[in-house]
């Protein structure tokens, strides 16, 4: 993969077994398939130094493939600037179902509000600016 920090985070956000850059080396590449086959992690020195640097290490943060198709279709919806209301009326759902989808949402990507959940929606690849 390519070194950006926001790749880099998008992976670490969903969660992935390992994270090897592009510039490395065959021998690396060896060690990342043999730790993941093996049960393990494995993230590359570099990897290991923006980790150490921003604070984030994957584990804490949300999976992103744990999402229903309809929470996802709840989330695209929010994030394009939809109450409640109007959500309910494009889905053909009640109120209630969406205040539910909105909290399932909030708790799947550790989220307090919708600001911050519309903001990981887009670090995760899930929502596009």
Not at 13 to 22: F, H, M, Q, R, S
Not at 54 to 68: H, I, K, P, Q, V
Not at 93 to 98: F, G
Request: proline share 0%; with cysteine.
């Amino acid at each position: 993969m390519h070194e950006e920090i926001w790749n880099i985070h998008r992976l670490m956000d969903c969660g992935v077994n390992a994270i090897i850059l592009k510039s490395a080396n065959a021998e690396e590449l060896r060690w990342a398939v043999e730790a993941v086959l093996g049960g393990e992690t494995y993230f590359c020195r570099r990897f290991r130094r923006i980790s150490e640097r921003t604070g984030r290490t994957g584990t804490e943060l949300a999976d992103c493939s744990a999402l229903t198709q309809r929470e996802l279709d709840v989330l695209r919806a929010i994030a394009k600037g939809y109450n409640t209301g109007e959500i309910a009326g494009l889905l053909f759902l009640s109120e209630n179902t969406i205040e539910t989808h909105r909290k399932k949402l909030m708790l799947k990507l550790g989220a307090r509000n919708m600001a911050e959940l519309v903001v990981k929606a887009i670090s995760l690849g899930i929502v596009t600016v």
